[in-house]
């Protein structure tokens, strides 16, 4: 008997051809990421991006990237919004996040960093509950993610203390 087995992960994702086909919520979610773009500290890049995301209660938070001279020490939008909701709303489930750049360069979807997925998914697991992803770009396409967990199989986590 081989002592192997191989496994098999599989992630879907909803593409949209325009934001307009999208739900209303999803939409609206999108441009308070698309407002929030403007305030990006990004004289590196030249690459503004904006994170939007709504609470259990209704509250929705906006982040945009913060660069820094010591590249390392700056940080994505999605995290900017991920640890302020979880400073200022530490008791509140994050139900969805949005993000987008106002780069008109940018065609396809901003699809969040390796570490802002992880930085992300400790609030999914935390209050065990998805939080729904939706990542735009400048020509409308959009994709959706259901969850966290789907665009970081086999993350890192504490489950020894689960
Ligand atoms: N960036 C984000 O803020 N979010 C993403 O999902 C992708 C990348 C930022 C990091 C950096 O300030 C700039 O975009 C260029 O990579």
Redesign the pocket.
């Known amino acids: 008997m081989a002592k192997t087995e191989t496994k098999n992960i599989n992630i879907s994702f909803e593409v949209y051809k325009a934001e307009s086909d999208m739900d209303a919520n999803d939409q609206l979610l999108l441009s308070k990421a698309k407002e929030i773009a403007k305030n990006a500290y990004?004289p590196y890049?030249n690459?503004k991006?904006g994170a939007a995301l709504i609470l259990d209660n209704g509250t929705i938070v906006t982040g945009s990237?913060q660069?820094n001279a010591a590249y390392p020490s700056?940080t994505?939008?999605?995290r900017t919004a991920v640890f302020y909701a979880s400073a200022q709303h530490p008791h509140n489930k994050i139900k969805a996040i949005a993000?987008i750049t106002d780069n008109t360069k940018q065609l396809n979807p901003?699809?969040?960093?390796g570490s802002?997925r992880q930085a992300l998914a400790e609030y999914e697991i935390k209050f065990r509950e998805p939080i729904r992803v939706i990542m735009g770009s400048a020509s409308g396409k959009v994709f959706v993610a259901k969850n966290i967990e789907s665009l970081l199989p086999l993350m890192f986590n504490h489950d020894h203390l689960e």
């Open positions: 990004a890049s690459f991006v990237n660069e700056g994505c939008a999605e993000v901003v699809t969040p960093c802002c």
